[in-house]
């Protein structure tokens, strides 16, 4: 599969700031921009590091015009300069002059982007390094690929490396208060590898002009920690994905499963307060029904949003199996419908059909083109699917034939409660629920406006989860 895809998404994800929540506590990024400012001045006057030869305007809050993308709250654009005390490139040892032990010397093969190989490492001795303590590197630093086929691969140097040198296709960056390992995330990311002015027609290069001068969306230095965390979380996740392509159709289930969970919470899409209320749309719907109590599930509801029962928004009729003594009663032109016919999605296809007589005779029912409908009995409890046809079912089949609301919302809020329908079922030989238990469930409601946007938003995250899943 396009794991590949996955990392990606995750870095975008990570400097846009939408990888983890924002903290309002946190110390805003220009503070943090601020202090920077501060240490690069204080080691320049220790003579630790040299003060640029252009000296930069500053401002207390710097901005950037036609910025690449919006950012949160607590965030700042800076450049990859300003939060550096170094950038700059190494050399080679003339004659290629490497010893069979000493200093690590890394080229730009042994920079990786999941860290240092040391396969294949060459060494160079004390004097040749003292030779090029210009290109020293420690640990913490940064070190990316700036020229030919491997140009932008980044290692983060390990915190406990002594010290070493580079090649000269190889950079050093070294951070001042920002954690390497964000910029790491950043260099990854889609935008550095869109971003990057490269030069050159044979073996193309990174400027290092070009690279101190790109725009970093810096956050505060708090939210750095837990980017570093939950991207390192989701990345071991791939990582495991890489050796078992059937951990990921476990993930992405997963991924569904909390997509819908935030769903029917209201925390999917934003609310809209120029939306009809949901109580509006319920009165509608059933001018009877009443909001149900609370049972400690929808606590923090958005507003706008009610809570009522399943058995309040439609009309719900449970099948019928005719006698399959009666022959007469199957081989007909009216599909019927087993539980295992389900597919969590649109039925396009029944096998099995019954007869007009059977429809007339026995207490099967049929729904109308566009019911929901949910299983009750024994392993696909829960399953769900939507008719595309009119057709009947099993008495193991209970459909929403009638309701008002939008019909996906009714469909993924269902496939939402599936763990909930299961327990319900109990954990018997044949566990099943009663069509009285599926009315009594109690639903979250949203205003109408907002339940299309959520639908039209889970559609779009499941469409990029199923892509994912065919290249399997």
Same mark, same amino acid.
């Given at each position: 599969? /396009?794991? #590949? ?10 400097? %846009? ?27 320049? #006057? ?7 030869? #252009? ?30 005390? #170094? ?23 042994? *920079? ?15 004097? *040749? ?54 910029? %790491? ?11 990057? @002015? ?66 029917? %919470? ?16 319920? @009165? ?109 079912? /099993? ?5 929403? *034939? ?49 339940? %299309? ?20």
């Amino acid at each position: 599969m /396009n794991t #590949k895809a996955l990392r990606q998404k995750i870095l975008d994800l990570a400097i %846009h700031g939408k990888l983890v929540p924002q903290d309002p506590n946190d110390e805003p990024a220009s503070v943090l921009l601020e202090r920077i400012r501060d240490e690069k001045e204080r080691l320049i #006057k220790e003579g630790k590091i040299k003060r640029p030869k #252009k000296a930069k305007a500053t401002s207390d809050k710097p901005h950037y015009e036609n910025v690449p993308f919006e950012i949160p709250d607590g965030w700042c654009w800076t450049t990859i300069e300003d939060v550096c005390s #170094k950038i700059g490139s190494g050399s080679t040892p003339k004659g290629s002059n490497y010893s069979k032990e000493g200093i690590p010397f890394f080229r730009s093969q042994n *920079v990786q982007n999941d860290g240092i190989v040391l396969s294949d490492i060459k060494y160079i001795s004390d004097e *040749v390094h003292q030779s090029m303590i210009g290109t020293e590197v420690v640990a913490n630093d940064l070190l990316l690929n700036i020229t030919g086929g491997s140009l932008g691969r980044c290692a983060v140097v390990p915190r406990d490396f002594d010290i070493g040198n580079v090649s000269q296709h190889v950079c050093i960056l070294r951070t001042v208060l920002v954690k390497p390992e964000y910029l %790491h995330c950043f260099i990854l990311s889609s935008f550095f590898s869109k971003s990057m @002015k490269i030069t050159g027609s044979g073996r193309e290069g990174l400027p290092k002009y070009n690279l101190e001068k790109m725009l970093l969306p810096l956050p505060p230095i708090q939210e750095q920690e837990r980017i570093i965390i939950e991207a390192k979380r989701l990345q071991n996740n791939i990582d495991k994905i890489d050796t078992c392509n059937g951990n990921l159709v476990e993930l992405i289930s997963q991924t569904k499963s909390k997509v819908l969970d935030l769903a029917i %919470h209201g925390k999917l899409v934003p609310q809209d307060p120029t939306d009809e209320p949901a109580s509006e749309l319920l @009165k509608r719907i059933n001018p009877k029904a009443e909001i149900t109590c609370d049972n400690g599930h929808y606590q923090k509801l958005p507003e706008g949003w009610c809570l009522t029962t399943l058995g309040s928004i439609g009309n719900w009729q449970s099948g019928a199996t005719p006698s399959r003594l009666q022959k007469e009663y199957y081989g007909g032109i009216i599909p019927w419908l087993k539980t295992g016919d389900l597919n969590d999605g649109i039925i396009t296809n029944i096998p099995e059909f019954i007869t007009e007589k059977a429809l007339a005779e026995t207490s099967v029912k049929l729904n109308p083109s566009g019911s929901v409908l949910i299983a009750m009995y024994g392993a696909t409890i829960g399953k769900v699917g939507i008719l595309s046809f009119p057709a009947t079912t /099993n008495q193991a089949c209970c459909a929403c *034939v009638d309701y008002k609301l939008e019909q996906m919302y009714l469909f993924y809020f269902l496939l939402a409660n599936r763990e909930n329908f299961i327990r319900m079922g109990g954990g018997g030989a044949q566990p099943n629920i009663s069509k009285e238990k599926i009315i009594n469930t109690v639903i979250s409601l949203p205003p109408l406006k907002e339940q %299309h946007r959520i639908v039209a938003k889970i559609e779009e995250i499941f469409a990029q989860l199923d892509a994912i899943e065919a290249s399997l």
